[in-house]
């Protein structure tokens, strides 16, 4: 079958483990002060470890173009969902004072 | 495999006798196969904008309470949510080895692997029931019984902490549903690969499955740190 791309179990168990220290990572991290940082460190490691999720246990690194770009189109329209309604409510009061 | 003979003679006549999983409407199995994966993923991209509804109410409700929602998340179960996200992960693991057994036809392994991912799962559902349990004895149920009582924190803000638990059940409560319709599909799969209906020729299925729970994972992959992780440090 030309479509099948059998990953090495190796493969699946780095990534696998990878995923396991992202989450300790997050976890520890989340118990020290970084401020606001705090929240930008936990979504890059939750980007991070979803893009491994994506790429790896999901195949889409070794699928169609059509896929990658199905996937692609999903993140942009989430990106628009949040974005643009969140250009509401940071424009609400836009001149009060705070 | 000569494509060219079968498609001169009649297209689906010759190709049906080689692949019985072979629709007529496909050209080939790996057209049938890349058709499924793609309404698989148009489904799930339809699931990340379903998620995403509840995603932007907790954008704005964070941006606008962040301190209720700091004390909503550090009355959550610390322990237990990174315990099932280590869970979960797990599960992801045995459930792409599922996917591979399959495509090495071997089909031991695959229920095995079938087995322990629904193992897994079940496991993050009973944490999760434990959790619940509690948030019940705590009052931290939006509705008769929420407790308003912070300590601490004006009344304004402890009544603004609400908000923070309504999203956290709606989230978790979408989540553990499609998380028991996987476990309901994975006992379909357990099923049909015992009766050894999946093969190396044929095991989309199994695959497709496989996409939907990693995609739940994915959500939790984000619900854990936005949920469990707000302003940890403090506690």
Not at chain 2, 155 to 163: G, I, S, T, Y
């Amino acid at each position: 079958m030309s479509s099948q791309h059998i990953l090495p179990r190796r493969t699946y168990f780095l990534v696998f483990l990878a995923l396991e220290i992202l989450t300790v990572v997050t976890a520890v991290v989340a118990s020290i002060d970084l401020g606001a940082a705090n929240t930008v460190v936990a979504l890059l490691i939750a980007v991070t470890k979803s893009s491994l999720v994506v790429l790896f246990f999901m195949h889409v690194k070794y699928s169609s173009k059509m896929t990658k770009l199905t996937v692609i189109l999903g993140v942009f329209w989430l990106m628009i969902l949040l974005g643009m309604t969140m250009t509401d409510y940071v424009s609400r009061m836009w001149s009060a004072v705070r | 495999m000569s494509h060219n003979a079968a498609h001169h003679a009649g297209a689906d006549a010759g190709l049906a006798e080689l692949d019985p999983h072979l629709e007529m409407q496909f050209d080939d199995p790996e057209q049938q196969k890349e058709t499924s994966s793609f309404g698989m993923w148009v489904f799930l991209v339809t699931e990340v904008m379903f998620f995403g509804g509840l995603f932007m109410a907790y954008l704005v409700y964070r941006s606008q309470y962040p301190q209720a929602f700091a004390i909503g998340s550090s009355q959550l179960n610390f322990k237990l949510g990174t315990a099932n996200t280590v869970v979960l992960i797990f599960s992801s693991l045995t459930m792409a080895l599922a996917v591979r057994a399959a495509q090495l036809g071997q089909k031991k392994a695959l229920v095995w692997l079938l087995i322990a991912t629904m193992i897994l799962g079940a496991a993050f559902l009973g944490f999760k029931g434990i959790e619940y349990h509690e948030h019940i004895l705590d009052g931290h149920v939006p509705g008769a019984n929420f407790r308003y009582d912070t300590p601490g924190v004006s009344f304004a803000v402890a009544r603004e902490v609400v908000l923070f638990n309504i999203l956290y059940f709606c989230m978790t409560g979408l989540h553990a549903f499609h998380m028991i319709v996987g476990l309901g599909l994975m006992l379909w799969l357990v099923i049909k690969a015992q009766k050894g209906a999946f093969t190396p020729a044929y095991n989309t299925p199994v695959e497709m499955i496989g996409l939907y729970w990693h995609f739940v994972d994915l959500v939790w992959i984000y619900l854990y740190p936005l949920l469990y992780l707000i302003d940890r440090y403090h506690k």
